[in-house]
């Protein structure tokens, strides 16, 4: 069966400083990759999604970026982080020709 | 553009007790439709999907929910609720170019 794993769980970081949150996926080949963000009370916002290695779409780019090394590792990052850039983040994985897309447990971002 | 609209942005049932949830769309062609489930400080688990055929699909937990097509709606029920059916609830649609839009979300409090 298919596993998402997404690290760290919490994180609290100061304004200015670097972000990586990462996510892996296990037991499929060639997924798609999404990365969604959850502002507090409000519903979901695709930030990046991912066909295939190197293959990065941008919805909101912001002061975010997001990188594929892997077929399954999507990586989120920031060089400097804002305090808008407080939320909770989505990693999520669909199969490539698939139409459901399946989610990891999420990582609360804290930027004081 | 699809669109997804979630009326109710928080209700509360009696334990035991039916529920609805409403979930309107806006889109050309029959989209795929989701309901998924969050409980706090976690991900988005799938409760269930309409891709095509019968109009009424079941999900986990004891979840349905009926597409009609003329009113482009997608409401999920549940005959019976319990409290640990308390959490935060995402229609979603999905049209064939990987664009999934999500709903606000609706937030339901079980009463004892």
């Known amino acids: 069966s298919q596993t998402i794993h997404q690290w760290p769980a919490t994180l609290v970081q100061p304004v200015g400083s670097p972000l990586s949150l990462e996510c892996t996926v296990e037991g499929t080949s060639n997924p798609n990759l999404y990365w969604y963000r959850q502002a507090a009370g409000r519903g979901l916002q695709l930030l990046f999604y991912s066909v295939g290695i190197g293959q990065i779409s941008s919805e909101v780019p912001q002061n975010l970026s997001a990188s594929r090394p892997q077929d399954r590792q999507f990586i989120l990052s920031s060089k400097k982080l804002l305090l808008s850039n407080s939320g909770f983040y989505l990693c999520a994985w669909s199969r490539y020709s698939g139409n459901t897309i399946y989610f990891g447990e999420g990582s609360w971002l804290t930027v004081v | 553009a699809q669109s997804v609209t979630q009326p109710d942005i928080h209700i509360t049932v009696s334990e035991g007790a039916s529920l609805e949830l409403r979930c309107n769309y806006s889109y050309g062609a029959t989209p795929y439709l989701f309901w998924y489930v969050q409980s706090p400080g976690q991900g988005l688990q799938l409760l269930l999907k309409?891709?095509?055929?019968?109009?009424l699909v079941q999900g986990i937990k004891g979840f349905e929910a009926e597409f009609k097509r003329s009113q482009s709606s997608f409401n999920l029920r549940k005959p019976s609720v319990h409290w640990s059916d308390a959490a935060e609830y995402f229609c979603a649609v999905r049209n064939n170019n990987n664009d999934m839009r999500f709903g606000a979300g609706t937030r339901l409090t079980v009463k004892p």
């Open positions: 309409y891709f095509s055929g019968d109009t």
